[in-house]
């Protein structure tokens, strides 16, 4: 359980209000290490408009033991009221540090979720960068939430750490329906992250990052992805107009 102080309510969703060094640290690392399970939720503008609109994934991302807040907008809501956030807590960011931290401790990593020719690339490219990474397996997310065969199939495999990259809002979904079905975990939607660790997609540049703009980088280079932005700006409207 975490203190009420270290987290701050965005449209009823407690963010955790910690830097990514102490959210690793004393959080989810001392987790891992006592292999308990633990449900986390990269928290953005678009997901809290999701709970807004659906009741049913509200409950399912309240049951989450953390959400981090991975999107400039949140940071922008939490000033507003006065409780600020320290930084922004990348979902890719934390991925990679879980990564790293699975290669020095042993830990086996599942990868599951998007296509599978990226699946296949992101693997490949975490064996590159952490070569004693242990790959628990990996699989597409072209599957039925329900599919039993995939539950099996990861378990079987006796991950410690399980990356679900099918997106808003199905990884959360996935991860609820049967994280009660296994005995240890670390369980992470992590939307696109596959697409950018296979080398798919390019991150913007550090600088942009810092300045919180990567959501602009990101529409400039994917214009596809406008729709999305559009319920950021209507979070941030709704917020400051308290509706």
């Not at 959360?172 to 596959?194: A, P, Q, R, T």
């Not at 390019?202 to 300045?211: E, F, G, Q």
């Amino acid at each position: 359980m975490i203190d009420s102080k270290d987290f701050v309510k965005i449209m009823d969703i407690p963010f955790l209000n910690k830097t990514k060094k102490d959210a690793l640290n004393h959080y989810i690392f001392p987790r891992l290490n006592k292999q308990q399970k633990c449900f986390i939720v990269t928290g953005n503008p678009e997901i809290v408009m999701k709970t807004r609109e659906d009741p049913i994934y509200k409950q399912i991302v309240l049951s989450a033991d953390y959400v981090i807040p991975d999107g400039a907008g949140i940071l922008l809501a939490a000033k507003h009221i006065n409780e600020p956030i320290p930084e922004r807590v990348s979902g890719l960011d934390v991925m990679m540090d879980l990564l790293s931290f699975a290669e020095v401790q042993g830990l086996r990593c599942f990868f599951l979720g998007a296509k599978d020719y990226v699946n296949e690339k992101a693997v490949l490219e975490a064996e590159r960068k952490y070569p004693n990474l242990k790959i628990a397996g990996h699989h597409h997310g072209y599957f039925e939430l329900e599919d039993p065969a995939i539950v099996k199939k990861v378990k079987d495999s006796n991950p410690d750490i399980i990356f679900v990259a099918l997106g808003l809002p199905r990884q959360e979904e996935w991860i609820s329906k049967h994280i009660d079905e296994f005995s240890k975990g670390l369980f992470m939607g992590v939307g696109g992250s596959f697409d950018v660790l296979a080398g798919n997609v390019k991150r913007a540049p550090d600088w942009i990052i810092k300045l919180n703009l990567e959501w602009l980088y990101r529409l400039i280079k994917q214009p596809y992805r406008f729709k999305r932005i559009i319920k950021v700006f209507e979070f941030i409207f709704r917020f400051y107009l308290k509706k």
